[in-house]
Each structure stands twice: as structure tokens, then as C-alpha cells.
Nanobody, 129 residues
Framework: QVTLVESGGGLVQAGGSLTLSCTIS????????MGWFRQAPGTERDFVSA????????YYADSVKGRFTISRDNAKNTVSLIMNSLKPEDTAVYYCAAGDGTIYSFSLGYYSRRPYNYWGQGTQVTVSS
């Protein structure tokens, strides 16, 4: 059983920063590629960022590129998302996701939900204007 627990959400003013963390209960964390998605009310769950198993490859949605940074610590079973220069449109529930598929499924589909097997419960991020 693999579980993911997100933390770090909250209320912040526009222009502020938050850091989200996701801890996975897996003995072989380094075998999972990781992603962050977000979902605002009435919208689809959208890709935000992803990181490869080693941490050597990172990917970002255009809307967050240059403002958000994803990283992972394989020794602590944790993936983090540093969010700077937050905007009201970043308001959403943020979900952590993990996948143990092939490198091809990740590299070709990291921006979709398909390659991810496990999901956290989500953490709310609210950015006030």
C-alpha cells in the first residue's frame, strides 16, 4: 500500500510564496517519478510540475514556469514544490502523484494523469488579490 500525504498549503497574498511537500510511504521512493497537479472548482485537474526518478529531469506547465520549482529528496521520501510570485489564478487544490511505470510512459505523458498510479488527498492553496 502506497500513500501520499501533502502538506504546506494555506492562504497567501498575491506575490507571496508557499512550499508544498509530499511524503510517500514507500520503501523504494527512488523508483517513483513524481508529479504535482492542481484543480480549481469546476475545472479539470491540470498538470503543474513533474520530476523524474533521479531528480535529473523536471517539467513545468507554462503557467508556472519560472515561478515554481520542483525537487525531491530520495533519502527523505519527499517531493517539494516551491511556489513563488503566487497569483490569484494559482488558487486550487494541489495534488501530489506518484507513478512506477516505464520511463517511456513518464517521458511521453508526464503532463497527463495516465502514468500516475497513486494520488494524495490534496492540499488547498488560496491566493488573495
Amino acid at each position: 500500500q502506497v500513500t501520499l500525504v501533502e502538506s504546506g498549503g494555506g492562504l497567501v497574498q498575491a506575490g507571496g510564496s508557499l512550499t508544498l511537500s509530499c511524503t510517500i510511504s514507500a520503501s523504494t521512493f527512488s523508483t517513483y517519478y513524481m508529479g504535482w497537479f492542481r484543480q480549481a472548482p469546476g475545472t479539470e485537474r491540470d498538470f503543474v510540475s513533474a520530476v523524474s526518478r533521479s531528480g535529473g529531469s523536471t517539467y513545468y506547465a507554462d503557467s508556472v514556469k519560472g515561478r515554481f520549482t520542483i525537487s525531491r529528496d530520495n533519502a527523505k521520501n519527499t517531493v517539494s514544490l516551491i511556489m513563488n510570485s503566487l497569483k490569484p489564478e494559482d488558487t486550487a487544490v494541489y495534488y501530489c502523484a506518484a507513478g512506477d511505470g516505464t520511463i517511456y510512459s513518464f517521458s511521453l505523458g508526464y503532463y497527463s494523469r495516465r502514468p500516475y498510479n497513486y494520488w494524495g488527498q490534496g492540499t488547498q492553496v488560496t491566493v488573495s488579490s
